[in-house]
């Protein structure tokens, strides 16, 4: 079994930041990409980030620039660093990662509990 789990969310004012981490555990052989992202009630969930395994980065336009995504391979940890956080960046923040279990050869999507994040004006 695979498991993801989320913390850092939180209520913040505009300009202030916010640093969100997912550890993966379980049963783990390999993970591939890891990223984030978010939905906001009544729409559907939307590409914030991901990391590949080598570090490559993808960004969505309305946060480049303010946020950063990081990991760390020996941890099974991805990092979300959000600065200069605007009030529409409010929503429930989702970890993802595309894992092999061990001793199987397919990679599947695992997703974390989602962590509020809430920015006041």
């Known amino acids: 079994q695979v498991q993801l789990v989320e913390s850092g969310g939180g209520l913040v004012q505009a300009g202030g930041s916010l640093r969100l981490s997912c550890v993966a555990s379980?049963?783990?052989?390999?993970?591939?990409?890891m990223g984030w992202y978010r939905q906001v009630p009544g729409n559907q969930r939307e590409l914030v980030t991901t990391?590949?395994?080598?570090?490559?980065?993808n960004y969505a336009d309305s946060v480049k620039g303010r946020f950063t995504i990081s990991r760390d391979n020996a941890k099974n940890t991805v990092y979300l660093q959000m600065d200069s956080l605007k009030p529409e960046d409010t929503a429930v923040y989702y970890c993802?990662?595309?894992?092999?279990?061990?001793?199987?050869?397919?990679?599947?999507?695992?997703w974390g509990q989602g962590t509020q994040v809430t920015v006041s004006s």
């Open positions: 379980g049963n783990i052989g390999d993970i591939n990409d």
């Open positions: 993802n990662a595309r894992i092999r279990r061990k001793y199987n050869v397919l990679f599947l999507d695992y």
């Open positions: 990391i590949s395994s080598g570090g490559n980065t």
